[in-house]
């Protein structure tokens, strides 16, 4: 059996090893992780800590359902999804923000790699149809430290009772976002909260949770949510991020209907330059859309949210997993493909046309339709309102071809260099300083009153005094049972 090594050295150089272990009948994944761990200790004593093992497939299992008939790929959409036009507005951006868990469920077969949970298991049972297994390796937690520890290399400012909770300000598939204080240092940060019990029914919810926990821990950049500090309790995963006191972009173009043309380019920069950032680092994100660019407190963006995010990306990587949500779904991604850096570039146009119309680009009251639309390759409509400049850009972003599509070359630059950008100093929009182009700055000013800035279907939700008091939830939840730390994912506390 072959178990893939890849990490990064101290020079910065990704090193690959590939380990060949001879099995006998029987032997589980636990015995090939303690293999693997002591071979590369031995051969590779550089090579950070390796906490478990992926299956990994060369050849990702396509949905039946879009075999030989990629344009007929929405007719398998649940009633729900594809009733779509009997929605009222907040429901229908529900459905284009968190999609359809049939019809997500009816076009995937499973992720591109699968993570290994149960290491009791023999190897033959694990691998399944799989040809070989890949090395997980623990974050290093060089890049968090200064943020983590004190002066003198303690967490001990960082323990989990020094949290009170303000309030709820999110809520999803995966948990809860709380607003918290953390009282030694008097910062408000976001933490999001996640149940063991709820991330182990699926082996893909927790592979999402370590993804976006590695992710996030090396990721610095001024319109992308930073992460602080990260701990589990017996019942639940904690990661305490940066809050973002002027709430989600879609609360505020709920609010307004839609954005001018001006300020949506403002938002359309920052998010551009984050997306530029998060490419460099070899992260596809594969969930950009208006609820996951939140507005810090002065109303600049920070991108949040990689749990659908793939890392350690090539320019010419494609995967044919089914992600994402519904209302920002690319051509390639609903046909199986192949999709890479360009799937980004798809979404940022959906979230430009958005910005600019309240509405999502081939959408007309009917979900079915829509994706039909964009598999088929059909060009959408543009209101009047939209300048000719900003259609021409809107067309290259959303051109079905992810090969012809702009950005697809020469990545962000090719955006930068469009006609309706042309009058934007870049550097000024890093530095997040003023400039004539952008005549509201910034087009959203957050209320002081922070709760105001938040959908109340959150914020009215109830919480627990603070963060101890998740666990105690799950004490007196009858039939929860405690589960074992998740190995890398960070120190473990017992509230």
């Known amino acids: 059996i072959r178990v893939l090594a890849r990490f990064e050295a101290e020079d910065g150089v990704e090193l690959q090893q590939d380990l060949i272990f001879d099995v006998k009948p029987g032997a589980t994944a636990g015995w090939l992780l303690s293999r693997t761990i002591e071979r590369l200790q031995r051969e590779r004593p550089e090579a950070p800590h390796i906490i478990g093992l992926k299956v990994l497939n060369s050849q990702p299992k396509a949905s039946s359902l879009l075999m030989g008939h990629p344009p007929a790929v929405a007719a398998a959409a649940c009633g729900a999804l594809c009733a779509g036009e009997a929605l009222k507005t907040r429901q229908e951006h529900a459905f284009g923000r968190d999609g359809c ?124 949510v930073s992460l602080h500090w990260a701990f589990q309790t017996s019942t639940h995963l904690f990661l305490v991020l940066d809050f973002c006191g002027g709430g989600e972009l879609f609360f505020h173009m709920l609010q307004r209907g839609r954005f001018e043309e001006r300020d949506a380019m403002f938002y359309f920069c920052e998010i551009l330059l984050g997306l530029e950032y998060l490419h ?25 949210d990689f749990g659908l995010s793939k890392d350690n990306l090539t320019q010419s990587a494609l995967f044919t997993s089914f992600v994402g949500t519904a209302g920002y779904l690319s051509p390639e991604m609903v046909a199986r493909q192949g999709h890479g850096f360009p799937l980004d570039y798809y979404c940022l146009g959906c979230l430009l046309y958005c910005l600019l119309t309240g509405s999502l680009p081939h959408y007309d009251g009917d979900y079915k339709a829509m994706i039909q639309r964009r598999v088929r390759g059909e060009p959408c409509a543009f209101p009047p309102w939209i300048s000719h400049a900003g259609q021409d850009l809107l067309k290259g972003l959303l051109l079905p071809d992810p090969n012809e599509r702009i950005g697809s070359q020469r990545g962000a630059i090719e955006v930068k260099e469009h006609p309706w950008l042309c009058e934007v100093d870049w550097t000024r929009v890093y530095r997040r300083e003023e400039q004539r182009c952008f005549p509201n700055f910034p087009p959203v000013r957050p209320k002081r ?21 998740f666990s105690r939830e799950t004490a007196e939840a009858a039939g929860i049972p405690k589960h074992p730390p998740v190995e890398g994912f960070s120190q473990v506390s017992n509230p």
């Open 101 to 224: 868990m049939n019809f997500a469920a009816a076009l995937s077969s499973g992720g591109d790699d699968s993570l290994v949970l149960d290491y009791t298991k023999p190897l033959e049972e694990v691998l399944g149809n799989g040809d070989a297994f890949e090395a997980v390796f623990e974050v290093p937690a060089d890049p968090l430290s200064a943020a983590f520890q004190g002066n003198n290399g303690s967490s001990r400012d960082h323990r989990i009772e020094d949290f009170d909770i303000i309030r709820v300000v999110g809520a999803g598939g995966s948990g809860r976002v709380i607003q918290a204080l953390h009282k030694p240092s008097g910062h408000m940060r976001a933490v999001k909260v996640m149940s063991k019990a709820r991330l182990f029914q699926q082996e893909q919810r927790l592979q999402r949770v370590i993804t976006e926990k590695r992710i996030l821990a090396r990721l610095r950049h001024p319109f992308v």
């Open 280 to 304: 460099s680092q070899q992260v596809l994100y594969r969930d950009l859309k208006p609820e996951n660019c939140l507005l810090d407190d002065e109303g600049h963006i920070r991108l949040t």
């Open 449 to 469: 009153e922070t709760a105001a800035n938040f959908a109340s279907e959150f914020t009215a939700q109830p919480a627990p005094e603070d963060l101890r008091g």
